[in-house]
Each structure stands twice: as structure tokens, then as C-alpha cells.
């Protein structure tokens, strides 16, 4: 066999395995991959559970406030026609 073919020969056995290695550890990084996007996908669904849970507080309580709110509006003028309440002493 010719050197030269020889040499290209020796160095293509060379460049495969470091090939193999860098295709194995890349495919180590994309498994951890996908596991951050699952980790990531239920964290995020779990949030916008978290999100809806808030908004229907959230507009609950500006329900009950509205209602606080009538029933303040409805008692002022029953407090201004019967007076301020007595204070002590008088």
C-alpha cells in the first residue's frame, strides 16, 4: 500500500472514534435537553393552573367588595339621618 493512502487510511480510523465520542456526548446533552423541556412544560402548566385558581380569586373578592361597597353607599344615609353616635361623656 501506497504511504500516502496508508497515512489517509490511519487517519480516518483516528477521526472515528473521536467522531463516535462527540456523537455519544451530544446525544447525552439532548436527552438532558428534552428533560429541562418536560421539567419545563409541567412547571408551566402548573403555573397557568396557578394563573386561572388567581383570576377566579381574584374576582371573587372584587365581588364581595362591590358588595361591601353597595351595602356602605346603603348605610350612609340611615348614619347621617340617626346622627353620629354618642360619645362619651355628653
Known sequence: ?????????WEADAVVPELVDRVEY???????????????????????TDLVIAERWVAAL?????LADAQLTELRPLYSRIGSPLRRGD
Not at 500500500?1 to 487510511?9: C, D, N, Y
Not at 372584587?62 to 362591590?66: G, H, R, T, V
Open 62 to 66: 372584587a365581588k364581595e367588595l362591590e
Open 26 to 48: 451530544q446525544e447525552e446533552q439532548l436527552e438532558l435537553l428534552r428533560d429541562q423541556l418536560e421539567s419545563l412544560r409541567k412547571e408551566r402548566e402548573q403555573l397557568e
Open 1 to 9: 500500500m501506497e504511504p500516502e493512502r496508508r497515512k489517509a487510511l
